[in-house]
C-alpha cells in the first residue's frame, strides 16, 4: 500500500502564498504520476495539478494556471504544491494523490489519496 500525507495548509489572506506538501510511504515505487485535487464546502472534487515522475509533465486546471506550480523530489519521496495570488474561490481541501499509470491524461479517479488539508482563504 501507499501512504500520502498531505501539511502546509492553513489560512492566508487572499493574495497571499502556501506551499502544501505531500510525503509519500510504503510502496511508493508503483506511484508513477502524482497531482492533487480539491473540494470546496457544496462543491464536487475537482483536479488541481499533476505532475509526471520524472517531472517534465504538469498540468493544471484552468482555474490555476500562472498561479501555482507543482514539483516532486522522489528522493525524498515529496510532493509540492506552491499556491500564489490565492483567491477565496480556491478555499478548500486539497488531497494529495498517486496514480500507477504513466503519462497523461491525469486520472480522474488516482489509486491513492491522502487525508486531505485545508486551505483557508481570507478576503
Known amino acids: 500500500q501507499v501512504q500520502l500525507v498531505e501539511s502546509g495548509g492553513g489560512l492566508v489572506q487572499a493574495g497571499g502564498s502556501l506551499r502544501l506538501s505531500c510525503a509519500a510511504s510504503g510502496r511508493v515505487l508503483s506511484v508513477y504520476s502524482m497531482g492533487w485535487f480539491r473540494q470546496a464546502p457544496g462543491k464536487e472534487r475537482e483536479f488541481v495539478a499533476a505532475?509526471?515522475?520524472?517531472?517534465?509533465?504538469?498540468r493544471f486546471a484552468d482555474s490555476v494556471k500562472g498561479r501555482f506550480t507543482i514539483s516532486r523530489d522522489n528522493t525524498k519521496r515529496m510532493m509540492y504544491l506552491q499556491m500564489n495570488s490565492l483567491k477565496p474561490e480556491d478555499m478548500a481541501i486539497y488531497y494529495c494523490?498517486?496514480?500507477?499509470?504513466?503519462?497523461?491524461?491525469?486520472?480522474?479517479?488516482?489509486?491513492?489519496w491522502g487525508q486531505g488539508t485545508q486551505v483557508t482563504v481570507s478576503s
Open positions: 494523490t498517486g496514480d500507477r499509470r504513466l503519462g497523461f491524461p491525469y486520472s480522474l479517479a488516482p489509486d491513492y
Open positions: 505532475i509526471s515522475w520524472s517531472s517534465t509533465g504538469t
